[in-house]
């Protein structure tokens, strides 16, 4: 394998003039405040070493990378039956577009977009109180990353609760539908909760390790899922990770990956690795502008694209 320690510092060498470009998410006040000049990256291999460069102990809400784990959770609950409430294409369309929910008539088109996001949390909630399902979340990350530091930012999700009107249309719309079981605003205090987790590149990269290697984590020996459902689960963030940004990711990174607007992106190399980078600035779609460019060099230098080197 290549010098992993030596790609990371030429990249980040590399990204270093460009730091600050894009522009942070500011439709939630608090990621309005986030200091763009900040970049991070970390890359825990299967074999257990973690590679790290700039920020990468800095936390940063991690937003949208949480529908990752919170569908993790979902299939666990309630396997294959999932897929009756939420589909499996890319949306072609923006993370809270409302457009397409009501063509289909309240399934949402995937679990990574914002309305498939709010039904899986729906799902999650069954036979919980909001508290307990978000406290459920909490514990299974720090079980994943074996890290009992991560919290949840809660000023974040008061500062998306007060803001939020496109999730509230959205939930309401699924409401209207029959597609959420439980109060639209108990569902949105656990949809806003989970994308409030507050968490740093390499606790990332190690809470996802098991997508990397086969449903297990190796460093913790902890069997999260079937080796299938990993697939499974990678295949999907390949296709609907990066909303309608998703094709342009596949193109130039060719990894399964996930984006938030707290400008954090996790990526998995099958077999290989768990990658997170994080940096504010955002592009047009609402990804990590800097976070897809690195990420991109790191698939060129090290030739992980699962489509081939
Ligand atoms: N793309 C994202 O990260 C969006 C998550 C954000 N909490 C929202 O619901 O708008």
Redo the contacts with the bound molecule.
Sequence with gaps: MTDLQATLDSIYADIQPRIGEGKV?D??PELAKVDPKQFGMAIVTVDGKVYRVGNADTAFSI???SKVFMLTLALGKVGEGLWKRVGREPSGSA??SIVQLEHESGIPRNPFI?AG?IAVSDVVMAGHAPREAIGELLRFVRYLADDESITIDDKVARS?TQT?Y??FALANFMRAYRNLDHPVDHVLGV??HQ?ALSMSCEQLARAGLFLAARGSNPTTGHSVVSPKRARRINALMLTCGH?DGSGDFAYHVGLPGK????GGIFAVAPGIASIAVWSPGLNKV?NSQLGAAALEMLAARTGWSVFGD
């Design positions: 998410a439709y939630i937003q949208s990378i993370f809270n914002n996001a998306e939020g496109r999730n949809y806003f994308c909303y984006s938030g607007v707290g609402g």
